[in-house]
Every structure is written in C-alpha cells, then in structure tokens.
C-alpha cells in the first residue's frame, strides 16, 4: 500500500463536505498525513458585458476569494473545537495549507492534487438527483474518472445518521 502523506480536501462548504471532513481527519490522523483544504471560486463568465462592470465584477471575485478563505478558517476553528471532542487531537494542526482559487471545479482539483503532490483526494457529493450523474456529482464524477490518484468520495449521510457534524 502506497504511503499516504498529502490529502487534498476539495470542498464547496456544503454539509454534506462537512461530513466527509470528519472521513478526512480520520484518514489524516490514521496515516499521519497533512490535509490541503481547496474551495474553488467558479469564475463569472464577463461575455456581453460592458466594459465598465468587468473590473466591478473582478473585484467582487477577488473580494469573495478573500471572504472564502476567512470563512474556510473560521469553520475550520469551530469544526475542529467539535470534532477534536469527539476524536480527539489534533486537527488544525493536520491542515497545511488553504487554497481558494478562481476557476473550474474539477480542473483546479485536479491541478492541486498534482501541483501539490497529494496521495489521496477526498470529496463528498450532493446526491441532488437520482439521475444526477447516478448519484454523484458532476465534478465528484469528473475527477473520479480523469484522475490517476486514489479519490474518496463521501456519500450523503442517511437521514437517520445522529451525527452532528455542522457546517465547515
């Protein structure tokens, strides 16, 4: 079995990217491996728009990168506090690093995991359909079948699950 030493987490802040976060830290702590956070920002197309708007909205992207990051930090502080009561310590200290760039899901997931030189890259899916890809995901999808790593992908808690695992 290969070692395991970088784990890229590809999140969309969703809840259910917060449940596979616990799958994470457990993978992390069990191979003693760093975490690598990544929430990519989609850009806004700017075709037929007029001139003006396009630095108004360049900035507004630029803004929301910044914003992420301080959010991703901020979850990361309260969901460890949880997480770190339930499975003990540590857990900030597993994340080297936060990523939030501006592009295409699937195409920055990818790029990070190899830039970054991650063994294992972790993601959870939306389940927001029965015909949606059959049941993942378009970019759980996308990276499951155009990537050479090993990807885990967390599905939807059941409904029934008793965990409370918040928002990171």
């Not at 890259?121 to 759980?140: E, R």
């Amino acid at each position: 079995m290969p070692k395991i030493r970088k784990i890229l987490y590809a999140t969309d802040l969703s809840e259910n990217s917060a449940y596979a976060f616990y799958f994470e830290i457990d993978f992390a702590q069990e191979h003693n491996a760093a975490i690598i956070i990544l929430h990519v920002v989609e850009p806004v197309s700017l075709d037929g728009m007029p001139y003006p708007e396009r630095g108004k909205i360049v900035k507004i992207a630029k803004d929301n990168i910044k914003e992420a990051i301080e959010e991703i930090k901020n979850r990361l502080q309260s969901f460890c506090k949880k997480v770190e009561g339930k499975m003990g310590p540590p857990c900030i200290e597993l994340v080297s690093k936060t990523l939030v760039p501006l592009g295409d899901s699937t195409d920055e997931i990818l790029n990070t995991a190899d830039r970054e030189d991650c063994d294992l890259i972790i993601l959870g899916t939306h389940g927001k359909g029965l015909l949606a890809h059959t049941f993942l995901g378009s970019v759980s999808s996308a990276v499951l079948h155009r990537t050479r790593k090993p990807v885990f992908i967390v599905p939807l808690p059941s409904e029934k699950s008793n965990l409370d695992w918040g928002k990171i």
